[in-house]
């Protein structure tokens, strides 16, 4: 199935993490760690957000498969919560878009990895036995 709107796309991809949540969250509860409910899913797309709090059918949604509406069960269920999270946030853009030099320090800082400058005066060995 082809996606017809950012809000399906978003959408179905929210349906997917909360399987990855509620599988992963089972496995926590096996080894006796219980996670508070409702588990928080960050989606960044408010279409796909109202889409799965609503549980009246809407028209925006009638392209969309039954087995993507899992992500509204959880939500009716009490299991997951969705929370905006805005785009300039999403640290993950680090690893999937190209970004501005000023976008990449800034999340690259976030992650908590540093740039490794070389001094001149160091030599590279390129023998790693030595």
């Given at each position: 199935m082809g996606a017809l709107s950012t809000c399906e796309v978003e959408y179905?991809?929210?349906s997917s993490a909360a399987c990855q949540v509620v599988w992963l969250n089972s496995v926590m509860k096996e080894m006796g760690i219980e996670l508070e409910?409702?588990?928080a899913l960050l989606v960044d797309n408010?279409?796909?957000i109202d889409l799965a709090n609503n549980?009246?059918?809407q028209g925006r949604?009638?392209?969309i498969?039954?087995?993507f509406h899992y992500i509204r069960d959880q939500v009716n269920n009490g299991k997951?919560?969705?929370i905006h999270?805005?785009?300039q946030l999403q640290i993950v853009d680090i690893l999937t878009k190209p970004l501005k030099k000023e976008r990449f320090k800034m999340l690259r800082e976030q992650i908590g990895v540093i740039a490794l400058e070389l001094r001149e005066d160091v030599e590279i060995n390129s023998n790693p036995s030595l």
């Open positions: 179905i991809a929210g409910k409702p588990i408010k279409s796909a549980p009246v059918s949604s009638k392209h498969e039954t087995q997951l919560k969705l999270c805005p785009t």
